[in-house]
């Protein structure tokens, strides 16, 4: 597979809002731990291997399992997600497959009790700017494999 266009040189400036929507969800209130499971996880459903390379790097690096990470695709079936995560897994796919699920109520429901509004509306913006990454990076047939992550020493001595 080529690279149609290299969206990031072409126009960076295109990019100014969704580099503002990541620095946003990279800030919320969100754990990061959370936000990587819910990226990769969308990653997965829209079939965008650029973003699952990295954001596997990127979890791994912060000290993610490999185990959650392989398993992540049958996160019901595994017992190595807390509720937490399982609730914000089902959002993520509710989100993410927007048009056929409509986001019901029960999902919702569920979700409820287990994040604040406030996480609620940063886990959903987390949403917007990976399913809006997914859909750059397939419609441009970015390239899995070059991204690396930095390590978790290289981060300490930062």
């Known amino acids: 597979m080529e690279s ?8 960076p400036d ?6 503002a929507l990541e620095a946003y969800v ?3 209130i969100i754990e990061q731990s959370l936000i990587d499971l819910v990226k990769i996880r969308a990653s997965q459903i829209n079939g965008c291997a650029f973003c699952i390379d990295m954001h596997t790097k990127e979890a791994r690096a912060r000290g993610e399992s490999e185990q959650r990470l392989y398993l992540l695709d049958a996160w019901r079936e595994a017992q190595f997600y807390t509720e937490r995560e399982r609730a914000a897994l089902e959002w993520a796919e509710s989100l993410t497959l927007v048009s056929s699920t409509r986001v019901p109520d029960d999902v919702f429901e569920r979700v409820r009790r287990h994040l604040s509004e406030a996480e609620l509306v940063d886990l959903s913006m987390a949403m917007v700017a990976i399913n809006s990454w997914n859909r750059l990076c397939i419609a441009f047939r970015a390239i ?3 991204f690396q992550a930095p390590t978790r ?6």
């Open 144 to 146: 899995p494999g070059s």
């Open 153 to 158: 020493h290289a981060k300490a001595d930062a």
């Open 26 to 28: 990279q800030g919320s």
């Open 14 to 19: 295109a990019l100014s809002a969704m580099y």
């Open 4 to 11: 149609r266009i290299e969206f990031s040189k072409v126009n």
